[in-house]
Each structure stands twice: as structure tokens, then as C-alpha cells.
């Protein structure tokens, strides 16, 4: 599905020097895409754009200065570049779910990178967590974590050196708001260095929706 995209950017300057850039980018939805819920849903991605570019720029734009400050005499400064994508995963059935990626770079160096999702319910009228997809009793957070489990175990026998050691722990402290809809399950996902080292990424697990059988409440 086509949405609009707005977007918040601009160049930041100690002195005259140029030493960060921020651009965050966000969906605005169209008439008849959310019956009811555009206005309100267009709002929220608003109001989280602006919202992360006050935490972004409150918390590097001290650090670009002072990493100028620090090595622009040398010639060895480069700005710092921050930027927030977003993926609208999942669109239609009165259910909305967006993430968003943010990636902080100076030069060819990622100093950090992280995913923040949401999903809209337009029967609800706001953003739902994990748990209000399926019916009560249903043991869905087991079935997830089983499930990645068994991925990662598979992915251990080609690469055991993509994960800690104690990951069978790891995968257990799952957050719940680290989730989003996809056409073909629900995908679950864990920040940088949570189950292995920084050259694993930021890793995801698919699982599909026929894996929750009666206990999936939305008909996905």
C-alpha cells in the first residue's frame, strides 16, 4: 500500500563548521486507507517523528561537537549522520503495523543503529500490544519463543559463532513491543548484541501465523 511521506531534516553547526545531519522520514496515510483512523493514525506517526528528532538531536548533537572539537584540528573529523527510515509492513483488515529504523554514522563508522515498531488496531483505536492478538489462555509467548529457539538453533549448526552461548537464556527476555505484522506471520525481533555479537545484526524471527491455530484472534 501507497502512503504519503513527510519527512523532519535539517544540518547542525558548531561555529561554522557542519557537524551533524538528521532526516527522519514517516508515513501520512490517504483517504480510504484506514476508514476512520487516517486522521488519527497520520497524527501518531507525526507526533513519533517529532518526538525521536528531540531525542536524536538532544542526545548526539553534544557528541558531534565534541568529537569536533576533538579531532577537527587533526583534519579527521567527518559529521556525524543520523537517519530514520520507516517499512510499513503490514496494512489492510483494520490493522496498521509500521517500524522504524534509526542509524547513527560518522564517516564509514556505525556508532549505533536500532528498530522501534507499532501496530494500529482500528477496532481498538490505538496502538495494541503483543498479547491483545490472541485469546485468553492462548500460550503464544511459548510458541514464539520456541520457535525462535528452533531457528537459532538451526542457524548455530551452520555459524556458532553468530550467537552467545547462553542464548537459549537470551531469547527468553524477548520484549514484547518488539513486534510487527507481515503478510505471512508475525515477526518478532531483538535489539543489536542481544543474542550475539555485532556482526549478527539486528536479527528477526518469522512465525507464522498458522503456528498460534484458534488462539490468533484478528484474521491475518
Known sequence: MC???RSLQGDFLW?????????????QLEPGEMPGCEARLSLHYTMYARARWERLVGAYYPRACASCRRLAPYGTFAPYDIRCEYTVMYCRGGYCSVFFDTYVRQGQQELDCGRQSSTFSARDGGM???GRLFRRGCPYRAIILDTVRREVARQCSGDPDAYYVDWPVLVGQLDEQNYYLADDGLVVYYPRRALGPSRSGMLSFLIPYQAFGSGLIPEL
Open 3 to 5: 502512503m504519503n511521506e
Open 128 to 130: 495494541i500490544p503483543l
Open 15 to 27: 561555529g561554522q563548521k557542519n557537524v551533524m545531519r538528521c532526516q527522519i522520514r514517516y508515513p
